[in-house]
């Protein structure tokens, strides 16, 4: 096999160049407690069926209810939402105590505030390197106008600016 000329410092601020959005995603524990976390890895991936994906770290505190559950919900977050990003991924604190939730039809957690949010059923888990790979079939869904909140470089990123016209609306 060929031998890597770059390391994971290297490789993971190459990865950050990506511009994505910032979701928090979100399902219960065994206990049906609410848990969640900041993750700008979600990426839509079919349209018939429906279907988005997002990746897990196999270290982070989650992982066990990720592991274990047949539902998710990913909340996108909005440009003044960079706070509700912070609580998501800070740990030894309570996520949701000051942020007002509600629960999606099939029970998984949505932030009341956020942007726009897809409630998914579990479609299929992929082991893949050290993360955890959810894809969910979309049952319901939120559609927000408000810009969104960016990420790239380590950095939170301010969206609202004019836009210029990308692929034509359907
Ligand atoms: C903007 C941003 C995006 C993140 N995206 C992901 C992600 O896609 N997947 C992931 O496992 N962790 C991601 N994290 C890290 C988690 O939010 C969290 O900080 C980490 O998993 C530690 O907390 P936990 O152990 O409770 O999960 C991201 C953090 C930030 C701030």
């Known amino acids: 096999m060929r031998q890597a000329?770059?390391?994971?410092?290297?490789?993971?601020?190459?990865?950050?160049?990506?511009?994505?959005?910032?979701?928090?995603?979100?399902?219960?524990?065994?206990?049906?407690?609410?848990?969640?976390?900041t993750a700008n890895s979600f990426t839509s991936v079919s349209l018939d069926p429906p279907l988005v994906l997002v990746c897990i770290?196999?270290?982070s505190s989650n992982i066990t209810a990720f592991e274990a559950t047949d539902r998710f919900a990913v909340n996108i977050l909005g440009h003044d939402q960079t706070d509700v990003a912070t609580v998501f991924s800070a740990r030894g604190v309570d996520r949701f105590a000051t942020i007002v939730h509600e629960e999606a039809t099939t029970g998984a957690p949505i932030l009341t505030?956020?942007?726009?949010?897809?409630?998914?059923r579990l479609h299929q888990r992929v082991i893949a390197g050290d993360h955890l790979i959810l894809i969910g079939y979309v049952e319901d869904l939120q559609i927000g106008q408000r810009p969104p909140l960016g990420f790239c470089r380590?950095?939170?990123?301010?969206l609202?600016?004019?836009?210029?016209?990308?692929m034509p609306a359907k």
């Open 113 to 120: 505030d956020c942007l726009g949010w897809f409630d998914c």
């Open 57 to 59: 770290g196999n270290g």
């Open 160 to 166: 609202d600016a004019t836009v210029s016209p990308g």
């Open 154 to 158: 380590g950095r939170f990123v301010n």
């Open 5 to 37: 000329d770059f390391d994971t410092t290297d490789l993971r601020r190459a990865f950050g160049t990506f511009l994505t959005g910032v979701t928090v995603v979100t399902t219960r524990d065994e206990s049906g407690a609410p848990c969640g976390m």
